[in-house]
């Protein structure tokens, strides 16, 4: 087990996403409840979900399966995305978490969240609206403990100055995506949590799948999210690593699943490596490969790959800050500029 930043909570290395019980991805809801006690049996005592993940149903079926359980588990889930057609049922809103957590909570079966998490930042929000709603939440004793996810490195610095400022809980956790072939946040976003005592708890170790050596270069898609959106996640920049880590892996003895998902773990500032299989065959291939520990020469030969610090495709990010996303950030306009030119 890994303390969770400095709550003195206890996690297991691999943490069980949710986000593939429901609609996204098995709609058996009996298999995906097998699949969530075989993973508790197997000793991982963290389970990650979302109210966004199929619309709630992946809370409903987190929730029905840990029921008897529920003291055993940390349990975490996230709030920010939307949930219907109202442009106030989403976001970081004082007015939306304040009632969307009375929603995961029905849907989870229990009375309090171990960790509440932000899923993402919301320009049109102050930070210290979303913090002071969250230690309310806290005080009340529904949630024990608040995280980010993919925030950037400075808004979570922010976020932390804020806290201390305004005398609100702060920020405990990260959860942001972190693989081979995502290695960006490397360079600030793990040492800025590492300096504020936070834990992280890293997505996609897997790149999305394309490290499971089921896609590979002039071969078609392997994973039904390849299939769907094909431009991000067969990137050549990335089949290319990709091609390189796969001899690697064979000189190691060990599977692509297991050599990603031991790099994912390796990292200091990681504390917990989100998996998130489909099925229950993927979910023993990864637990197979719980107890592998990649040698000097293997961190090596990965950082010769694909260096620290750095995204394979640097394009591929999860979250555009509007200052990038939105063109009237990026432009005066043209009226401005050309009155600028005369």
């Known amino acids: 087990m890994r303390t969770l930043g400095r709550t003195g909570i206890k996690v297991s290395p691999y943490c069980l996403g949710a986000m593939m019980f429901g609609a996204w991805g098995n709609t058996d809801h009996d298999d995906s409840i ?19 993940y199929a619309q709630g149903e992946s809370e409903e079926i987190v929730g029905k399966a840990l029921e008897g359980r529920r003291d ?12 219907g057609d109202d442009p106030n049922h989403r976001g970081n809103s004082r007015r939306w978490l304040v009632r969307e957590v009375e929603d995961s909570l029905r849907r989870l079966r229990t009375d309090h969240l171990d960790l509440y998490q932000i899923h993402r930042p919301d320009p049109d929000t102050d930070v210290e609206e979303t913090l002071s709603a969250l230690t309310d939440l806290v005080r009340s004793g529904k949630v024990r403990a608040i995280g980010s996810s993919t925030f950037p490195a400075s808004e979570i610095v922010e976020a932390q100055w804020v806290a201390e400022r305004r005398g609100y809980e702060r920020f405990r956790t990260e959860q942001p995506p972190y693989s081979i072939l995502n290695r960006g946040i490397e360079r600030e976003v793990l040492p800025v949590c590492r300096r504020y005592g936070m834990g992280t708890l890293v997505w996609s170790p897997l790149a999305m799948g394309m490290l499971t050596g089921k896609i590979r270069k002039g071969q078609e898609a392997g994973t039904q999210r390849a299939q769907r959106t094909p431009g991000r996640f067969t990137d050549e920049r990335k089949l290319d690593a990709v091609e390189a880590l796969v001899p690697l892996a064979e000189e190691a003895g060990l599977s692509m699943v297991h050599l990603a998902m031991a790099f994912a773990v390796a990292h200091p500032g990681v504390t917990s490596a989100i998996i998130g299989p489909r099925t229950m065959e993927q979910l023993d291939d990864v637990l197979a490969g719980a107890g592998v520990t990649l040698d000097d020469e293997v961190l090596d030969r990965i950082d010769e790959i694909v260096p620290p610090g750095v995204d394979a495709n640097p394009g591929d990010v999860s979250y555009e800050p509007p200052a990038i996303g939105e063109v009237a950030q990026r432009r005066r306009p043209r009226e401005e500029r050309a009155a600028a030119g005369n």
């Open 34 to 52: 097998r699949i969530i006690h075989r993973a508790l049996d197997s000793g991982i005592n963290f389970v990650d979900t979302a109210d966004v």
């Open 72 to 83: 055993d588990v940390v349990l975490a889930t996230k709030a920010h995305a939307p949930m």
